[in-house]
């Protein structure tokens, strides 16, 4: 019994070392949690709520696609990669089908330091402008093509 309570102590100090030396660099600056929500108007017919990706000129939103969030100064903030979009209707008409126009709706959970300004990079492509939103919650959202 005293192994496995060392072997779980062995296991989960690395996880201990990295979130205490997390703290000790050089940001000192408050974050906020908040989701990058983006909305791909790419116009595609699919059922609504299933996994999407951008489609035509936008898809290099997709799955697995780096993303970062930068500041004015083109700083990063927050990087990683893109979840599965989801796909939204584009009007609230009931069509009676099962495949309807839609558009790609990526959220994107991050943690970043308070800016004036906040802009999304994805695959190293042009950046987007981000707007503050709170209607649903801490956020910063854009709409592409805007």
């Known amino acids: 019994m005293r192994r496995s309570r060392y072997g779980r102590l062995a296991a989960l100090l690395p996880l201990l ?15 906020s ?13 699919r059922p609504e709520g299933v996994d999407c990706a951008g489609t035509g ?25 893109l979840p599965p979009g989801k796909s939204v209707r584009t009007f609230e008409e009931d069509l ?3 495949r309807i126009p839609t558009f790609c709706e990526f959220a994107i959970p991050v943690t970043v330091t308070r800016r004036e300004t906040y802009r ?23 709409v592409v093509p805007s």
Do not use: Q, W
């Not at 070392?17 to 974050?31: F, I, K, M, N, Q």
């Not at 997709?62 to 930068?70: E, F, G, L």
């Not at 190293?124 to 981000?130: E, M, S």
């Open 96 to 98: 009676e089908v099962e």
């Open 17 to 31: 070392l990295s979130g205490v030396l997390a703290g000790c660099g050089d940001d000192d600056e408050p974050r």
């Open 120 to 142: 999304l990079v994805v695959d190293d492509r042009k950046p987007i402008d981000l707007t503050e939103d709170s209607s649903e919650g801490p956020a910063l959202v854009a």
């Open 57 to 81: 000129p936008y898809t290099y939103f997709h799955n697995k696609a780096p993303y970062r969030v930068v500041d004015a100064d083109g700083r990063t903030l927050a990087e990683g990669v």
């Open 33 to 45: 949690a908040m989701t990058v929500r983006v909305l791909v108007r790419d116009i595609n017919i």
